[in-house]
């Protein structure tokens, strides 16, 4: 009924009546776009047949966004770091490749946080992205930009990577649905910084969207021939899905409590499931819960089964540069001299703190094992597990500083290897998203992805921001 033209110039217009306010789209390609929907046009008007172009190109003239950590050929690669502020791409991220190779326009590159190790999407390259339902919010990080440009209308599909809730939390504070895939099924290859060592089984490339139908065609393609590990042509059958229910974390002494209005949004999906599918949500209490961020941060820093030592972040800090000393940055931070961000810097700090304790890492690590074998038997082949996006609803800039590890909601899952869709679910009596995780054993996507769809068309999914 349009062209694809039309839809590419209704989306750029869109992102430049908006991104002046929400400073997402750090970098965009629309004259590129335009001649790429042009061609679109061109391959429509030939008509080779709708049946073969829907095989050959299921995503023909979308126009989509990607988080400015993957590489897109001519476009920044910096990863929010001062120096790479001249890198320019000259290849695609396979996944990245995969989507244009499947029709997608990409339309523009979004904002991260440096170096993609934080959860507000703020940098010196590029500044801060805002949440489009409260300028003063922020959009979540690292695909913060991703988050904030989806839920503002601007692009249709986005790509964003997740090692600690990356896709997550910027989906759940915008409102929007993001998919972190079994561990392995996508490539991660083409972003900066990518995963080394024992982190390559935690990083995961996903899909972001508005609408929860966009996320498993677009998951299809990212994964390519790895597809084929997931069971995404099963039919799934809601009434017999086991689900199991947790509120919080058990107390940890370093996360906040869950906001009321989180904790309502998940007793009405509990009641709704109960009411209309007729299942018993069970309710869980999983005790190694309440150490998720002690285990991810343990995890995260372990040696890989070849005993390679995991990269230090100081010495990505390091890229394109000279070397970087945490503490000589700080002494900079406090005088307005260091070109780092302060959330950068206290990481590098508190990461050579995690090197004193070797022996109580190695428990930790040990304790992260017997989790993932308590969640794979709990959720098995047929269950879903309900769970919490984040301990809050978007937090106001810079506030994340005083809470630095509320993260853990999300990040714990990353190194269980688990599955896992953020589902919003309408907004807070303050007009901002609420959400859900939906988390299922390893190769069960099909699971949370079809929950994803049902719980969208009770709780409405998406809500354009400023309609409330």
């Known amino acids: 009924q349009v062209t694809c033209v039309e839809v590419v110039e209704a989306y750029v217009e869109r992102i430049k009546e908006v991104n002046a306010l929400i400073n997402a789209v750090v970098k965009d390609r629309f004259e590129e776009a335009l001649q790429e929907a042009q061609q679109v046009d061109k391959l429509l008007s030939e008509g080779p047949g709708d049946d073969y172009l829907e095989e050959k190109f299921p995503l023909l003239g979308v126009p989509i966004t990607v988080k400015e950590a993957f590489s897109l050929h001519g476009m920044p690669n910096t990863s929010g770091l001062v120096n790479r502020r001249n890198v320019i791409a000259t290849s695609d991220a396979t996944v990245v490749s995969r989507l ?11 904002n991260c946080s440096e170096l993609c190790m934080w959860y507000e999407s703020s940098n010196r390259v590029y500044g801060r992205t805002n949440n489009p339902y409260d300028l003063q919010r922020i959009a979540g990080g690292s695909s913060g930009g991703e988050g904030s440009v989806l839920a503002a209308a601007c692009s249709v599909i986005g790509v964003g990577s997740d090692i600690g809730g990356s896709i997550r939390m910027p989906a759940f504070f915008n409102g929007v649905f993001g998919h972190k895939p079994t561990t392995g099924v996508v490539p991660n290859d083409g972003q900066f910084p990518n995963a080394r060592g024992v982190r390559t089984s935690f990083l995961c490339t996903g899909p972001m969207c508005r609408y929860a139908e966009d996320l498993e065609p677009m998951l299809r393609v990212m994964a390519g021939p790895g597809v084929n590990k997931l069971k995404l042509n099963e039919k799934v059958s809601l009434e017999k899905i086991k689900f199991h229910c ?16 989180i904790l309502q949004a998940q007793k009405k999906v509990v009641k709704h499931l109960e009411s209309e599918l007729g299942v018993q949500v069970r309710h869980v209490a999983i005790h190694k819960m309440k150490y998720s961020f002690q285990i991810w941060s343990a995890m995260m820093s372990s040696k890989d089964s070849d005993g390679q030592e995991a990269q230090l972040f100081t010495d990505l800090l390091g890229d394109h540069g000279k070397p970087v000393w945490p503490l000589w940055e700080l002494m900079k931070w406090l005088v307005g001299m260091s070109s780092h961000t302060l959330p950068a810097i206290a990481l590098g700090l508190t990461e050579k703190l995690m090197k004193l304790n070797p022996g109580g890492n190695a428990k930790l690590v040990s304790m992260g094992k017997s989790l993932q074998e308590e969640m794979e038997a709990l959720l098995g082949p047929d269950g879903v597990l309900l769970y919490p996006s984040h301990p809050t609803i978007a937090p106001r800039h810079n506030s994340p500083i005083c809470m630095p590890f509320n993260f853990a909601y999300t990040a714990i899952f990353n190194v269980l290897g688990l599955p896992v869709t953020q589902c919003p679910l309408g907004l807070s009596s303050e007009g901002l998203p609420l959400g859900i995780q939906l988390v299922a054993a390893s190769y069960n996507d099909h699971l949370t992805l079809a929950v994803a769809r049902y719980l969208e068309k009770a709780f409405g999914g998406w809500v354009l921001p400023g309609k409330a």
């Open 246 to 261: 947790m509120d919080h974390d058990g107390g940890s002494i370093f996360v906040s409590p869950v906001d009321k209005e």
């Open 100 to 110: 244009k190779q499947a029709g997608a326009i990409p339309l523009g590159m979004t």
